[in-house]
């Protein structure tokens, strides 16, 4: 999938970038796994904390408080402040639980939310993962990369 994400990237010379909590830089590490990549992916951001989804991607404080850092509503905030940041022409995010601590009984191990925004429309994609913190991670990569191909090419 990496392989085929990052093609579509360069053929449609198309600027990408990544914002990542749960994942932690899986995202753009699958990416720059492709050779060529570096015409289009210049910058990621590992965003962990919310105080670093607030400084760097602009998602509002008062969307943390509301919704919490694994929601919809921050995946979009994510996506599009991550888009502005780079200045890209898209971006994948993600947040989530990876586990093995963290869930709750409305907020579970394993609960992902993933976007992808281009041309000012954000896709967002939540997901529920089984396994353990690595399983996670992983899922959410590979899901990642097939809502940025979806995206693309709607």
Same mark, same amino acid.
């Given at each position: 999938?990496e392989?085929?994400?990052? %093609?579509?990237?360069?053929q ?7 914002a990542?909590?749960?994942?932690? /830089? ?6 720059v ?9 210049? %910058? #990621? ?6 105080? !670093? ?6 998602v @509002? ?6 919704? #919490?850092?694994?929601?919809s ?14 200045? !890209?022409? +898209? ?7 990876? /586990?093995?601590? /963290?869930?709750?009984? %409305? ?7 993933? !976007? ?5 429309? +954000?896709?967002?994609? @939540?997901?529920?993962?089984? /396994? ?19 995206t693309?090419?709607?």
């Amino acid at each position: 999938m990496e392989q085929e994400v990052a %093609e579509l990237f360069i053929q449609k010379n198309l600027k990408v970038t990544t914002a990542e909590s749960c994942t932690g /830089g899986l995202i753009a590490a699958a990416l720059v796994n492709v050779s060529g990549i570096s015409g289009q992916f210049e %910058e #990621g951001y590992i965003t962990y904390s919310n105080a !670093a989804k607030e400084k760097i991607l602009g998602v @509002r404080h008062q969307t943390l408080e509301q919704y #919490g850092a694994v929601s919809s509503q921050t995946a979009e905030e994510m996506a599009r402040g991550a888009k502005r940041a780079a200045n !890209a022409d +898209v971006s994948i995010i993600s947040t989530g639980i990876a /586990g093995p601590d /963290g869930g709750t009984k %409305e907020k579970p191990v394993g609960l992902v939310y993933l !976007a992808c925004c281009y041309q000012d429309i +954000v896709n967002v994609k @939540r997901c529920q993962f089984s /396994g353990g913190r690595q399983e996670v991670r992983r899922a959410a990569v590979e899901e990642a990369l097939k809502l940025a191909k979806e995206t693309i090419q709607q």
